[in-house]
């Protein structure tokens, strides 16, 4: 393992003050290797309310100004997805670490480039494909590795929910700010079940919906299938299309020469009977995002990266693949823009 | 009681579901009476090598036999429509053992898909894992994935107007897309053995149907209990027996001229597993025609 000099608590800045920046917020503020030293966001109003729920960290509306902040040593970057490129070019160039939002771009060049960028910088570049971390990814993936399936052929990963966007102006809903609903949530379960398999992606096979309203400019439901190299076969669900809204639903199975694994929709929840209907009390777990900040500190201390850039740069290409494959309705063979 | 004649007692490779499963039903359900004198008999049971399948059912039809024909019911679309129309020139029933469909958990999901209990269905995700047993000599495609295929046809009604498959002899997906915009994914083969499966039993057996107002999720191997021991745990199904309802369907077939299960289905089931073939074969989907 490579030892780098890191400080004692890394100086950690939060660029954008969306959702998802609360969870990040706290997984910085868990760690006892790391503390919160500013909010950026380019709303300046929203990025005042973050400081003052935040203990009046500093705040700005200018990534420069604060990346010149003395304190910050990394950067957590929870901003539009078609904005990566830009935050993570700066990043590099100032020569901080980064912990960026899924996916690492919205294209492959995008996302080659700030590979590039931060090799050549020497810094630790992490996209926050927060399902390795989460109890249920590490588990299954450990069995795979110690071969209690056999060799595995076939996974089935669906993740289901019925909650859809905000409004017409979310930016996750905009095929541009977002790349589609592959690029946003599709990557979580592409990467997951290419990691579990260990395996090269070859082609992609999908098919998408706009099953809330016909007027989405993103699929809301999408299966993805993807084929390996050593014939091994992944069926991938990823949706915000089910109903009721208040669905959710994780479901999956992976098949080996020796065995299977599977855990079903109530295998991490309770039953809970009211008098609004039957419903499930989710088993309280490990903390993937905070489980994803400390693997990150490793790294940035000379660990191997649980999540390689590589393999970030690949679930982009696997992204971009299906939304080709959506659109033509063919199978799509990956490796030509690589 | 409708007299039934067992002819042959092979199938695909090892199979042997005449003695394994028909022999049986008929001989526990109150409407068949098995006699040995096929002169004697009103329907007759086939269970013969899949390519001698159609030949032998084709013979029956003429002599003006109903037949139940182990599945699939032949090799080839063009064998199913030529059984189709004998069948129809004789008025005879030909139901094949597309058994899996009446399956208490199947049975009851697909009144309440049919009864617009989760509004338009949009999409079914199906599972049908078998444990252990012999291979299929032909792939499991062309052995098992008619059940499945049989079961979300009746899920849905709908046809299949594209077929794209990936996958080998053992494990195969396949990907259809149906009139309406629907869509439903067959995960179909055999694994290996389990613990707690016996030898060629459903490891798993299982349809989420999504529709624009809900979800249905069915575990077709229930209803059943676990019955768990010091040497391990195994289920036990407290539903009617699929080949016995199986036989339900012949008899009131033959009673009215009229079977839940037919030809039609076979051939449907037929065209997907050639097309599926066609897509291993190519790597692209196969679109199907109106007349499909």
Redesign the interface.
């Given at each position: 393992m490579e030892q780098r000099s890191v400080p004692s608590r890394i100086g950690t800045l939060l660029v954008g003050a969306g959702f998802i920046a609360e969870v990040h917020a706290a997984a910085v503020t868990a760690s006892d290797r790391a503390h919160l030293v500013g909010i950026v966001d380019t709303d300046p109003g929203r990025a005042a309310a973050f400081s003052r729920s935040h203990g009046a960290i500093p705040h700005t509306d200018d990534l420069a100004e604060a990346l010149a902040w003395p304190d910050v040593d990394a950067v957590v970057a929870c901003t539009p997805n078609h904005t990566h490129l830009g935050v993570g070019a700066a990043v590099a160039a100032a020569g901080k670490h980064l912990l960026v939002e899924k996916p690492l771009a919205t294209t492959v060049a995008d996302a080659q480039a700030l590979a590039a960028a931060f090799a050549a910088a020497g810094r630790v570049l992490m996209a926050a494909h927060s399902h390795r971390h989460h109890g249920y990814g590490r588990t299954v993936k450990d069995a795979i590795d110690a071969g209690v399936i056999?060799s595995p052929?076939?996974v089935?990963l669906?993740i289901?929910g019925g909650w859809i966007w905000t409004g017409w102006d979310a930016w996750a809903a905009d095929p541009v700010a977002s790349g589609g609903h592959a690029l946003h949530n599709g990557v979580h379960v592409l990467d997951l079940a290419t990691w579990w398999l260990s395996a090269d992606p070859v082609?992609v096979?999908a098919?998408g919906?706009h099953?809330t309203a016909a007027e989405l400019r993103i699929n809301d439901?999408l299966?993805m299938?993807v084929?390996y190299a050593g014939?091994e076969?992944a069926?991938l669900?990823m949706s915000r299309?089910?109903?009721?809204g208040s669905?959710g639903?994780r479901?999956l199975?992976v098949?080996?020469?020796?065995?299977?694994i599977?855990e079903d929709?109530a295998d991490e929840a309770a039953f809970l009977f009211t008098e609004g209907g039957t419903g499930l009390v989710a088993a309280a777990g490990v903390d993937g995002f905070g489980a994803q900040f400390e693997s990150w500190l490793d790294t940035i201390g000379g660990a191997p990266p649980a999540m390689p850039v590589s393999d970030a740069v690949r679930a982009v290409e696997l992204a971009v693949a299906v939304e080709e494959s959506v659109s033509t309705?063919?199978?799509v063979e990956l490796g030509v823009a690589a | 009681m409708i007299t039934v004649y067992l002819e042959g007692a092979a199938g695909i490779g090892t199979q042997d579901h005449q003695n394994a499963m028909y022999r049986p039903a008929f001989e526990a359900h109150p409407d068949f009476q098995i006699v040995d004198d096929l002169a004697k008999a009103e329907v007759v049971s086939v269970a013969v090598p899949l390519d001698e399948r159609a030949e032998a059912i084709g013979r029956l039809v003429r002599a003006g036999k109903h037949v139940l024909a182990d599945k699939p019911m032949a090799a080839t679309v063009e064998d199913c429509e030529n059984i189709a129309r004998l069948a129809r020139e004789h008025g005879v029933l030909v139901v094949p053992a597309h058994h899996q469909r009446l399956g208490a958990a199947l049975r009851s999901a697909t009144a309440a898909v049919r009864g617009g209990r989760v509004g338009l269905p949009w999409n079914v995700q199906c599972d049908f894992l078998v444990a252990g047993g012999d291979p299929a000599p032909t792939g499991e495609l062309v052995n098992l994935a008619l059940y499945p295929i049989d079961a979300v046809h009746a899920l849905l009604g709908l046809a299949v107007r594209r077929v794209h498959a990936v996958g080998g002899a053992d494990l195969v997906t396949l990907l259809l897309d149906h009139d309406h915009g629907a869509t439903s994914t067959i995960l179909c083969g055999r694994v290996a053995g389990l613990a707690d499966v016996r030898p060629a039993g459903l490891a798993v057996h299982r349809y989420r149907i999504s529709g624009s107002h809900g979800v249905l999720a069915v575990d077709a191997t229930k209803p059943g209990v676990l019955v768990r021991t010091a040497g391990g745990t195994t289920s036990a199904w407290t539903g009617p027996n699929t080949v016995a309802a199986l036989l339900d369907v012949l008899s009131a077939g033959v009673r009215t001229g009229r079977a839940e299960l037919g030809v039609a289905d076979a051939i449907h089931a037929q065209r997907v597993v050639e097309a599926a073939a066609r897509s291993l074969n190519s790597g692209q989907p196969i679109t199907l025609g109106e007349a499909d």
């Amino acid at each position: 393992m490579e030892q780098r000099s890191v400080p004692s608590r890394i100086g950690t800045l939060l660029v954008g003050a969306g959702f998802i920046a609360e969870v990040h917020a706290a997984a910085v503020t868990a760690s006892d290797r790391a503390h919160l030293v500013g909010i950026v966001d380019t709303d300046p109003g929203r990025a005042a309310a973050f400081s003052r729920s935040h203990g009046a960290i500093p705040h700005t509306d200018d990534l420069a100004e604060a990346l010149a902040w003395p304190d910050v040593d990394a950067v957590v970057a929870c901003t539009p997805n078609h904005t990566h490129l830009g935050v993570g070019a700066a990043v590099a160039a100032a020569g901080k670490h980064l912990l960026v939002e899924k996916p690492l771009a919205t294209t492959v060049a995008d996302a080659q480039a700030l590979a590039a960028a931060f090799a050549a910088a020497g810094r630790v570049l992490m996209a926050a494909h927060s399902h390795r971390h989460h109890g249920y990814g590490r588990t299954v993936k450990d069995a795979i590795d110690a071969g209690v399936i056999g060799s595995p052929a076939h996974v089935r990963l669906s993740i289901l929910g019925g909650w859809i966007w905000t409004g017409w102006d979310a930016w996750a809903a905009d095929p541009v700010a977002s790349g589609g609903h592959a690029l946003h949530n599709g990557v979580h379960v592409l990467d997951l079940a290419t990691w579990w398999l260990s395996a090269d992606p070859v082609r992609v096979y999908a098919r998408g919906r706009h099953q809330t309203a016909a007027e989405l400019r993103i699929n809301d439901y999408l299966e993805m299938v993807v084929e390996y190299a050593g014939g091994e076969v992944a069926v991938l669900e990823m949706s915000r299309a089910h109903r009721p809204g208040s669905f959710g639903l994780r479901d999956l199975r992976v098949v080996g020469s020796a065995g299977m694994i599977s855990e079903d929709w109530a295998d991490e929840a309770a039953f809970l009977f009211t008098e609004g209907g039957t419903g499930l009390v989710a088993a309280a777990g490990v903390d993937g995002f905070g489980a994803q900040f400390e693997s990150w500190l490793d790294t940035i201390g000379g660990a191997p990266p649980a999540m390689p850039v590589s393999d970030a740069v690949r679930a982009v290409e696997l992204a971009v693949a299906v939304e080709e494959s959506v659109s033509t309705g063919r199978p799509v063979e990956l490796g030509v823009a690589a | 009681m409708i007299t039934v004649y067992l002819e042959g007692a092979a199938g695909i490779g090892t199979q042997d579901h005449q003695n394994a499963m028909y022999r049986p039903a008929f001989e526990a359900h109150p409407d068949f009476q098995i006699v040995d004198d096929l002169a004697k008999a009103e329907v007759v049971s086939v269970a013969v090598p899949l390519d001698e399948r159609a030949e032998a059912i084709g013979r029956l039809v003429r002599a003006g036999k109903h037949v139940l024909a182990d599945k699939p019911m032949a090799a080839t679309v063009e064998d199913c429509e030529n059984i189709a129309r004998l069948a129809r020139e004789h008025g005879v029933l030909v139901v094949p053992a597309h058994h899996q469909r009446l399956g208490a958990a199947l049975r009851s999901a697909t009144a309440a898909v049919r009864g617009g209990r989760v509004g338009l269905p949009w999409n079914v995700q199906c599972d049908f894992l078998v444990a252990g047993g012999d291979p299929a000599p032909t792939g499991e495609l062309v052995n098992l994935a008619l059940y499945p295929i049989d079961a979300v046809h009746a899920l849905l009604g709908l046809a299949v107007r594209r077929v794209h498959a990936v996958g080998g002899a053992d494990l195969v997906t396949l990907l259809l897309d149906h009139d309406h915009g629907a869509t439903s994914t067959i995960l179909c083969g055999r694994v290996a053995g389990l613990a707690d499966v016996r030898p060629a039993g459903l490891a798993v057996h299982r349809y989420r149907i999504s529709g624009s107002h809900g979800v249905l999720a069915v575990d077709a191997t229930k209803p059943g209990v676990l019955v768990r021991t010091a040497g391990g745990t195994t289920s036990a199904w407290t539903g009617p027996n699929t080949v016995a309802a199986l036989l339900d369907v012949l008899s009131a077939g033959v009673r009215t001229g009229r079977a839940e299960l037919g030809v039609a289905d076979a051939i449907h089931a037929q065209r997907v597993v050639e097309a599926a073939a066609r897509s291993l074969n190519s790597g692209q989907p196969i679109t199907l025609g109106e007349a499909d």
